[in-house]
């Protein structure tokens, strides 16, 4: 049961990185963190590379098709979390369990047992419970009647594309090595900046990106983090169902941090929704 751990720490890590974004977002455009992000990412796993090397040419289509869902993942999140309060972002990302759920049981065939179907219920109640909060009469708008649309769809889109990689992970961790898996899908996810920018015509500062520390820590966390979950992939007796539900850990992260570093209000409501989420996620994994 080490998989345990390992997501868990993943989730921890992710909930860490959602407020470095928001924080390196500040600085630079959402293009100018993800290309540097991305790139700096890439160059930390370079002394693997010798690791990496030997995958059978069958794969490599695959690993380049998780590289697009995530650089697609990665354009809708950066750009929703820069436009949202991180408290709320945090909360909406815990939509990519049902997505995830959705996939290990069409796909992979998971079965879902009776905790792990009472634990998703928990979850859905939690999402719709942080949809329907209700507002005293009189009281201000929260900043968060005032997020467009399009933003929380980028949410919900980055959420569905994030489930599908983790999909797109637990089927090829079952045949290469982790270190295969994160050289090359950095590899390809460089690639596509590298092209997007021209393709685009985006001007990028890349000076003032380098200078982001913001930038670079966030480039540590995900190399860190993108292992524990390979490896944790790679185990025997690891469920994408379950790993999805321990993922979300993160979300605890998010609301504090909402409130405590980003001083935003009614951080309350989130908090308790979030926990009836985690109480899901705990009863899941019995």
Same mark, same amino acid.
């Given at each position: ?5 390992? *997501?868990?720490?993943?989730?921890v =890590?992710?909930?860490v990185?959602?407020? &470095?974004?928001?924080k ?8 100018e ?6 790139l700096?990412?890439f *160059?930390?796993?370079?002394?693997n ?5 030997g995958?059978?040419a069958?794969? /490599? $289509? ?15 999140s950066?750009? @929703?979390?820069?436009k949202m +309060?991180?408290?709320? /972002?945090?909360v909406?990302? =815990? ?7 959705l996939?290990g049981v069409?796909?992979?065939h998971e079965?879902?047992?009776? !905790?792990?179907t009472?634990?998703?219920i ?9 949809? !329907?909060? $209700?507002?005293? @009469?009189?009281t201000?708008?929260? %900043?968060?009647q005032g997020?467009?649309?399009? !933003?929380? *769809?980028?949410a919900?889109?980055?959420?569905a594309?994030?489930? &599908?990689s ?12 982790s270190a295969?898996l994160?050289f ?8 596509? /900046?590298l &092209?997007f920018? +021209?393709?685009?015509?985006t001007s990028?500062?890349?000076r ?6 913001? &930038?670079w820590l ?9 292992? %524990? ?8 007796g690891s469920?994408?169902?379950?790993? #999805? ?8 992260v998010?609301i504090?941090?909402?409130? !405590? =570093? ?5 951080t #309350? ?7 009836i989420?985690? %109480?899901?996620i705990?009863?899941?994994v019995?």
């Amino acid at each position: 049961m080490m998989w345990i751990p390992l *997501v868990l720490l993943y989730g921890v =890590l992710k909930g860490v990185r959602e407020i &470095v974004k928001k924080k390196a977002l500040e600085k630079n455009s959402t293009i100018e963190v993800l290309f540097m992000y991305t790139l700096l990412s890439f *160059v930390i796993v370079l002394p693997n590379a010798k690791a990496a090397m030997g995958m059978e040419a069958r794969f /490599y $289509p695959y690993v380049a098709l998780k590289s697009f869902v995530i650089f697609l993942a990665w354009l809708f999140s950066f750009r @929703a979390i820069k436009k949202m +309060p991180i408290s709320l /972002y945090g909360v909406l990302d =815990l939509s990519r369990v049902m997505f995830a759920t959705l996939f290990g049981v069409t796909v992979l065939h998971e079965a879902l047992g009776l !905790y792990q179907t009472v634990g998703l219920i928990l979850v859905s109640a939690g999402l719709l419970l942080l949809r !329907y909060r $209700p507002r005293s @009469a009189g009281t201000a708008p929260d %900043a968060e009647q005032g997020v467009a649309v399009r !933003y929380v *769809v980028m949410a919900f889109a980055s959420c569905a594309l994030n489930a &599908v990689s983790g999909l797109l992970d637990k089927i090829l961790m079952k045949d290469i090595s982790s270190a295969q898996l994160q050289f090359w899908y950095l590899f390809f996810l460089a690639l596509m /900046y590298l &092209v997007f920018l +021209p393709v685009s015509r985006t001007s990028v500062n890349l000076r003032s990106a380098v200078r982001n520390g913001w &930038v670079w820590l966030l480039s540590l966390l995900i190399v860190i983090a993108d292992r %524990a979950l390979f490896i944790a992939n790679g185990m025997e007796g690891s469920r994408i169902t379950v790993m #999805t539900l321990l993922k979300q850990a993160g979300c605890i992260v998010t609301i504090l941090a909402g409130r !405590y =570093l980003f001083k935003e209000k009614n951080t #309350t409501h989130k908090l308790v929704c979030a926990l009836i989420i985690m %109480a899901g996620i705990v009863i899941a994994v019995l």
